[in-house]
């Protein structure tokens, strides 16, 4: 089995043949592929884009341990909590604008609840991750119905009036299989809402393989705003919505993704100062325009 290191690797083109995908866009299904940046290939059909890599279900539950929420992706996950709490308010209440109160909801890829635990003020929620670890924080701590497992794997008993991917899809090796399920499984007006990158925005493109959100092993797949529509309107979605919207960030994440990032040298030193300090503990809105909500109806 490769271990993360040896998957990074392989996404510069040092790994077996076996690992690495084929040349068949897995959206569209096209033949139309291009090598894009380091590591990753492009439809030039639908211009979507993802990383030159394969992974078994093993190896991607290895990535999400606790490191991956502490000291990995995220600085600390359960620091940032105000933030991301923050960014979960308006999205419960955009939700119940458009469902009852007691309207059933479930979300794919709930890391430690926090959005599960807002959303349960109004909806009838539950959800699911693949990370333990993220799991026994979002049931022990904070209370929320969610189950270590993986989506495509559990069956509904009812449809479900919305289904909700907050910034999940860019993690799955085929993202078109759970959308695919998410269409089965919402009853008839039901709504998917998700969060992703937008690697069409100018500020993605600007930016590069320096875009912040390139980093594979972990994120596998990488959308524009046409892919996001070609890909939901194939499985059926209609009255499709993708807006880019502010995110609350945490100072203390950007500083230390900015300035260290866990790598040694006088960045890592001046956050290092900083983070003895209170200049790190206030949150801001950031809006690049490189990343999309999206809202999408089952007819």
């Given at each position: 089995?490769s ?73 600390d ?19 119940a ?7 059933r ?73 759970y ?18 990158g ?75 100062i ?26």
């Open positions: 089995m271990t993360p290191r040896q998957l990074d690797e392989d996404q510069h083109g040092r790994g077996p043949p076996s690992d690495r995908v084929s040349n068949t866009c897995v959206l569209c299904g096209r033949r139309d592929v291009e090598t894009h940046l380091v590591g990753l290939l492009r439809c030039v059909q639908c211009g979507h884009v993802w990383a030159d890599m394969r992974l078994s279900g093993k190896e991607l539950s290895r990535l999400y341990s606790q490191t991956y929420f502490q000291g990995g992706e995220y600085l996950y359960a620091r940032e909590s105000p933030a991301l709490r923050r960014n979960f308010r308006p999205r419960v209440r955009e939700l604008k458009r469902y009852p109160k007691g309207a909801l479930y979300e794919v890829g709930v890391a430690y609840g926090y959005f599960l635990k807002e959303a349960g003020a109004h909806f009838r929620a539950a959800g699911c991750d693949i990370s333990a670890d993220a799991i026994r924080h979002a049931r022990e701590v904070l209370g929320v119905q969610a189950e270590c497992t993986d989506f495509l794997s559990r069956a509904a008993d009812e449809p479900f009036d919305l289904i909700c991917m907050w910034d999940t899809v860019e993690h799955l090796q085929e993202p078109s299989r959308i695919k399920k998410a269409a089965a499984e919402l009853r008839s007006g039901g709504l998917l809402a998700l969060t992703t937008d690697i069409g925005s100018a500020h993605a493109i600007r930016r590069g393989a320096k875009w912040r959100l390139i980093h594979p092993p972990t994120h596998l797949h990488y959308f524009t705003a046409h892919s996001m529509r070609t890909l939901l309107e194939a499985v059926g979605f209609v009255d499709i919505q993708i807006r880019h919207l502010p995110f609350w960030r945490t100072s203390d994440s950007v500083a230390y993704h900015v300035l260290s990032a866990g790598k040694p040298g006088i960045g890592a030193l001046v956050y290092a900083l983070n003895r300090t209170y200049l790190l503990r206030w949150s801001f809105p950031l809006n690049l325009h490189d990343l999309m909500t999206v809202y999408a109806v089952k007819p």
